[in-house]
């Protein structure tokens, strides 16, 4: 099994910065990348952003574009996610995830295709 578990989140104020992380730790595998998504009160779980292992490949959702960074430390097997300029719409709880089958940055986007998840991190944005 492969165990993710992210921490970071927190209460900040629109206009801030967090930074999110993401340990890969157990049976790994040789996964092409990882994705961030995010859920909202009453909402469904929505791409935020994914990265090849490697880093040759990064995709965002719109929303997010300029504000996040998502990148990796393989030494440490650890996904982040650099959240700035908050807004009070970025507000839900942050998942890490990757799939055994992804071969594409286009795949890891889709939450549907992921099979293993973190228990996820909750950030606040206040006004």
């Known amino acids: 099994q492969v165990q993710l578990v992210e921490s970071g989140g927190g209460l900040v104020q629109a206009g801030g910065s967090l930074r999110l992380s993401c340990v890969i730790s157990?049976?790994?595998?040789?996964?092409?990348?990882l994705g961030w998504f995010r859920q909202a009160p009453g909402g469904e779980r929505d791409f935020v952003a994914a990265?090849?292992?490697?880093?040759?490949?990064?995709a965002y959702t719109d929303s997010v574009k300029g504000r996040f960074t998502i990148s990796r430390d393989k030494a440490k097997n650890t996904l982040y996610l650099e959240m700035n300029s908050l807004k009070l719409e970025d507000t839900a709880v942050y998942y890490c995830?990757?799939?055994?089958?992804?071969?594409?940055?286009?795949?890891?986007?889709?939450?549907?295709?992921?099979?293993?998840w973190g228990q996820g991190t909750q950030v606040t944005v206040s006004s």
């Open positions: 995830a990757t799939s055994r089958y992804a071969t594409s940055i286009v795949v890891l986007s889709k939450r549907n295709s992921m099979d293993y």
């Open positions: 157990g049976r790994t595998f040789n996964f092409y990348g």
């Open positions: 990265i090849s292992w490697n880093g040759d490949a990064t």
